[in-house]
């Protein structure tokens, strides 16, 4: 016997795979009998929509041939950032990101800084219209807020329609490593955004980065104290 599991971001790792009744499967890095399991973190249960199919032996091997409608690659590669202070460790921003994606629209949350942004990183960003920081004033931080991190997650953690558009779906963990990815750019090809500002004025920056087979392309804000990722996709 047999079952395959169907869904969106993380949850895709999934998406194809056929196991024996009595086994689990580990989509997103977490081993999961069903969609829904309560034993699965947050970010794989919430807003769950996926399916369990249970096949005949015949037809879940021919299942097993077929090619994924949506491949999922590899988890991304842990980027090596430049020299900054790093301000949360990986288990809190994890915990932070979990949090942000089972909030409501509208439920406030916390911003999670999570690195000082480097005088390079800053000079690139004030040459293209920052304000700069007051004199004597703390440094600049990059930060995760929680209404960006569920956008860039539901716009572009979908594997299916990334496929559609030529992209590869971004997950938790990429998000994650956001401050990382930027901090790991080459700071010379930053420039302003198609949108080249926030609703509230705020400048737009927009950044590829190439780590191993993966590319990514990061839209971040700047703001009085912080950059904030507004969004972020993977091209193929």
């Given at each position: 016997?047999?079952?395959?599991?169907?869904?969106?971001?993380?949850?895709?790792?999934?998406?194809?795979?056929?196991?024996?009744?009595?086994?689990?499967?580990?989509?997103?890095?977490?081993?999961?009998?069903?969609?829904?399991?309560?034993?699965?973190?947050?970010?794989?249960?919430?807003?769950?929509?996926?399916?369990?199919?249970?096949?005949?032996?015949?037809?879940?091997?021919?299942?097993?041939?077929?090619?994924?409608?949506?491949p999922v690659p590899a988890p991304a590669q842990t980027v090596a950032p430049a020299q900054t202070v790093a301000l949360a460790?990986?288990?809190?921003?994890?915990?932070?990101?979990?949090?942000?994606?089972?909030?409501?629209?509208?439920?406030?949350?916390?911003?999670?800084?999570?690195?000082?942004?480097?005088?390079?990183?800053?000079?690139?960003?004030i040459a293209l219209g920052l304000r700069p920081i007051k004199a004597g004033a703390p440094p600049r931080v990059l930060s995760?807020?929680?209404?960006?991190?569920?956008?860039?997650?539901?716009?572009?953690?979908?594997?299916?329609?990334?496929?559609?558009?030529?992209?590869?779906?971004?997950?938790?963990?990429?998000?994650?490593?956001?401050?990382?990815?930027?901090?790991?750019?080459?700071?010379?090809?930053?420039?302003?955004?198609?949108?080249?500002?926030?609703?509230?004025?705020?400048?737009?920056?927009?950044?590829?980065?190439?780590?191993?087979?993966?590319?990514?392309?990061?839209?971040?804000?700047?703001?009085?104290?912080?950059?904030?990722?507004?969004?972020?996709?993977?091209?193929?």
């Amino acid at each position: 016997m047999g079952a395959t599991v169907t869904a969106r971001a993380a949850r895709m790792v999934a998406s194809g795979d056929v196991v024996e009744l009595d086994e689990e499967f580990a989509g997103g890095g977490a081993k999961m009998a069903r969609p829904l399991d309560p034993r699965g973190p947050a970010r794989e249960v919430v807003n769950c929509r996926c399916t369990l199919v249970v096949l005949n032996r015949r037809t879940a091997e021919r299942w097993q041939g077929r090619a994924r409608i949506a491949p999922v690659p590899a988890p991304a590669q842990t980027v090596a950032p430049a020299q900054t202070v790093a301000l949360a460790t990986p288990s809190e921003v994890s915990r932070w990101i979990d949090d942000a994606l089972t909030r409501r629209v509208g439920q406030p949350a916390p911003a999670i800084d999570l690195a000082v942004v480097p005088d390079g990183l800053s000079d690139r960003v004030i040459a293209l219209g920052l304000r700069p920081i007051k004199a004597g004033a703390p440094p600049r931080v990059l930060s995760l807020d929680a209404s960006a991190t569920r956008h860039a997650f539901d716009n572009h953690g979908d594997p299916v329609r990334e496929a559609a558009r030529g992209q590869i779906a971004i997950t938790a963990q990429d998000i994650a490593q956001w401050a990382a990815l930027l901090l790991a750019a080459d700071w010379a090809q930053i420039m302003r955004g198609d949108s080249p500002n926030a609703p509230s004025g705020a400048p737009r920056f927009t950044v590829e980065v190439l780590v191993g087979p993966r590319r990514y392309v990061l839209v971040f804000e700047g703001r009085r104290k912080r950059l904030v990722l507004v969004t972020m996709w993977s091209p193929r």
